[in-house]
């Protein structure tokens, strides 16, 4: 039997026109037609696989789109009634759970929300440098890297000045302790209260009764190892609140850009312009504090050289590190340096004490005015009692950001709550 190709028109094809060629191309392009029509066809059944995608960012822009006729799951349908007691029982419940989970989740992790916030405030604080090193020409993963180097290396110096010197006066009293014993034992007023109340034997018994206790040795073994452990945890929890920072500071503008696209799309400008208004306030007052405390530092350093009192690097270190905690971080650090200050003679107690409080208003007054114009200001009232609250809640972490916390406040009250007073 001849075979012949598929698309070869048969011979009824063929005679059934009067050339035999010109009826041959119809046939062939029908036939084709209709495999391309077949082979089109889905298979029955089938459907196209769903794929996630963010939604559009303007949802009006959908053809035969009403907001009131959206319900989130296609078309609008019957509603079950808010005061109907299934749904509110359930909802009650739910709330409850969600309320206990949240309580216990915060509860468990009270240290890692703490790293979280300190790492966020570090972040707010150094942005305002990164964003001025984009600004004159310098990309953003090398302001990031300048900006943390700088700040490792600030506080690397504060702990390799403030390390060895505690080692050094350790070792120096430890060293000086028997001659300091030695010599109250064999004072005339020792002697004196020896002879009528048996001090010298009584201090010999409970020495002797402290030595053979075990339960005492246990407790001075275990104050060790509790002292090591918080200095382990705290050079951890400094890793930690690094690294976070580190993270927060390369992501900040995106994490911005996701959190207003949480907003609705109304509201959105206002909540973005509020948000950089809020975030821009708390660098600027993070950067304007680091100055205050640094040429606070540096002053009292100076005097500190000039007067002749001893440990003078280290106490500014201190002086740093307590004028960051606004208010009254000046007074206390004033106190501990004017109480070793005490150590080398009332007179340059006195003259470094006029000499730092005359500075103190000189700060307040010049300084900080106008260092800190393009921080938000807060009251002098809400200020003691905001830093007041966060030392209690959060300690030294809770007074630092607890300014930053109140003009935040302050600043949502005056441009939400106060304009929709304004608009009843």
């Known amino acids: 039997m001849e075979s012949r190709p598929v698309d070869e028109p048969g011979p009824a094809a063929v005679d059934a026109s009067s050339d035999g060629s010109a009826a041959a191309i119809p046939v062939r392009t029908g036939r084709l037609a209709a495999i391309s029509r077949r082979l089109r066809q889905p298979i029955p059944g089938a459907r196209n696989r769903v794929r996630f995608e963010m939604p559009p960012e303007d949802e009006s822009d959908r053809e035969g789109f009403r907001p009131e006729d959206d ?85 690397a110096g504060f702990f390799a000045t403030l390390i060895p010197t505690i080692v050094e006066q350790v070792s120096e009293i430890v060293r000086q302790a028997p001659d300091w014993i030695r010599g109250f034992l064999d004072s005339d007023f020792f002697r004196n209260v020896d002879s009528q109340f048996g001090v010298r034997d009584r201090i010999t018994t409970e020495l002797d009764k402290f030595v053979k206790d075990p339960e005492t040795m246990g407790g001075i073994f275990g104050g060790v190892v509790g002292f090591g452990s918080t200095v382990a945890n705290g050079l951890f929890g400094s890793l930690i609140v690094l690294v976070l920072s580190l993270y927060f500071l390369a992501a900040l503008p995106s994490m911005k850009k996701w959190a207003y696209r949480l907003a609705p799309r109304s509201r959105r400008p206002r909540v973005e312009a509020l948000s950089e208004a809020i975030t821009d306030s708390v660098g600027n007052y993070v950067i304007g504090q680091a100055c205050v ?28 590190l307590l004028a960051f905690i606004p208010l009254v971080g000046g007074m206390i650090a004033a106190v501990v340096v004017i109480l070793v200050a005490l150590t080398a003679g009332w ?8 000499a730092y409080f005359a500075y103190l208003q000189f700060e307040a007054y010049f300084i900080s005015p106008r260092i800190m114009q393009r921080a938000v200001a807060v009251p002098g009232a809400v200020a003691v009692i905001s830093v007041i609250a966060g030392g209690s809640l959060l300690g030294v972490l809770g007074a630092l950001i607890a300014i930053p916390t109140a003009a935040a406040i302050m600043l949502l009250i005056k441009e939400v709550f106060i304009v929709r007073q304004d608009r009843h």
Do not use: C
């Not at 319900?71 to 759970?97: D, E, I, N, W």
């Not at 540096?298 to 002086?319: E, K, N, R, W």
């Open 71 to 155: 319900h989130g799951f296609g078309a609008p349908g019957p509603r079950m009634s808010s005061q109907h007691p299934l749904y509110v029982g359930f909802m009650g419940t739910a709330g409850v759970g969600v309320a206990l989970a949240v309580f216990y989740i915060a509860s468990n992790t009270t240290q890692l929300i703490l790293w979280i916030v300190a790492a966020l405030f570090i972040a707010l604080g150094l942005d305002p440098v990164v964003r001025w090193l984009e600004a004159h020409k310098v990309p953003r993963p090398a302001g990031i890297l300048i900006s943390v180097s700088a700040l490792v290396l600030a506080v």
């Open 347 to 354: 007179q340059t107690a006195v003259i470094y004490a006029i």
């Open 293 to 320: 405390a640094l040429l606070n530092a540096v002053f009292a350093f100076i005097v500190m050289t000039i007067l002749g009192v001893p440990f003078s690097v280290l106490l500014a270190f201190v002086v740093a």
